[in-house]
């Protein structure tokens, strides 16, 4: 069954305390961070992740969607709250799997509960994102280098099969 992770975007930057100076400094880069973090954890949690970024208040603000290193990235458009586009993607994607919000908006968390999605808080989230970061450490550290040169991961037997042949080429 597919998992989908739906992100609050300025939710998620304005609760993280990583984000709390670049936030301040610039909003742009700290978004690009968030889907770089997300683009990190996706794989490890196996989510397909959307984040949503709020143009409600922006004027001429045309909805916009990209995908950017495998999230996909949506800006609302003028007059368009991301709490409305959070709460009408939870509801389709519940259909299809699933469904995640990370949010602290409470007015939104009874909304998605409704459409039968999960909530995380900011807190959840990152908790989640450092574990499984933590977790895929572990585990790759655990393994044995392996030594580069194919012939010495091979059988002996086949090894020496394919020394004959390259010596009758010659």
Do not use: C
């Amino acid at each position: 069954m597919k998992e989908f992770l739906i992100i609050d975007g300025y939710n998620i930057i304005f609760a993280w305390p990583e984000f709390e100076k670049l936030a301040a400094s610039d909003l742009g880069y700290a978004r690009s961070k968030l889907v770089e973090i997300m683009a990190n954890h996706s794989p490890l949690s196996g989510q397909k992740i959307v984040i949503v970024f709020d143009a409600y208040q922006r004027k001429n603000m045309v909805g916009q969607t990209e995908f950017i290193d495998g999230i996909e990235v949506v800006y609302t458009q003028q007059g368009e709250t991301a709490d409305a586009l959070i709460e009408r993607l939870a509801g389709e994607l519940a259909k299809e799997g699933t469904v995640y919000v990370a949010t602290s908006d409470w007015a939104e968390q009874v909304v998605i509960f409704g459409r039968g999605a999960y909530r995380l808080t900011p807190l959840e989230l990152r908790m989640q994102v450092k574990q499984l970061k933590q977790d895929a450490k572990e585990h790759w550290s655990d393994l044995k280098p392996v030594d580069g040169y194919l012939e010495n991961r091979l059988m002996e037997n086949i090894r020496l099969k394919l020394e004959e042949w390259r010596r009758k080429g010659k």
